[in-house]
């Protein structure tokens, strides 16, 4: 699946699997891509090699926090009273024109 920002297609692969969900972005460089973790609260950036940009989605898909260059060795956690959340992990420096409120939507290509 892609999300277009900024008049670009960036690739988003879904963190379905176990071991897909562990790993996430783990060791990466030049990440070029975003994971989206569905049904998920937090994420950590532990044994990352560069910055993240974090995006939590409603059940709507609706921006309802935003980190931009979350670095490595860092925990990032919704608050417990929102429930049905998403995370999508992605490049840094790819989310600098979303805001809060805003509506995300996912092209299958």
């Given at each position: 699946?892609?999300?277009?920002?900024?008049?670009?297609?960036?690739?988003?692969?879904?963190?379905?699997?176990?071991?897909?969900?562990?790993?996430?972005?783990?060791?990466?460089?030049?990440?070029?891509?975003?994971?989206?973790?569905?049904?998920?609260?937090?994420?950590?950036?532990?044994?990352?090699?560069?910055?993240?940009?974090?995006?939590?989605?409603?059940?709507?898909?609706?921006?309802?926090f935003k980190v931009?260059?979350?670095?490595?060795?860092?925990?990032?956690?919704?608050?417990?009273?929102?429930?049905?959340?998403?995370?999508?992990?992605?490049?840094?420096?790819?989310?600098?024109?979303?805001?809060?409120?805003?509506?995300?939507?996912?092209?299958?290509?």
């Amino acid at each position: 699946m892609k999300l277009k920002l900024n008049k670009k297609h960036i690739n988003i692969k879904v963190a379905e699997s176990f071991y897909a969900r562990l790993t996430g972005l783990i060791g990466k460089t030049n990440i070029d891509y975003g994971i989206l973790f569905p049904k998920c609260n937090s994420i950590h950036t532990y044994f990352m090699k560069e910055p993240i940009d974090v995006i939590a989605l409603n059940q709507n898909n609706e921006i309802i926090f935003k980190v931009e260059a979350l670095p490595p060795n860092k925990v990032f956690k919704v608050q417990k009273k929102v429930q049905n959340t998403a995370i999508l992990e992605l490049p840094h420096n790819s989310s600098q024109n979303l805001k809060l409120g805003q509506k995300i939507k996912f092209e299958n290509w």
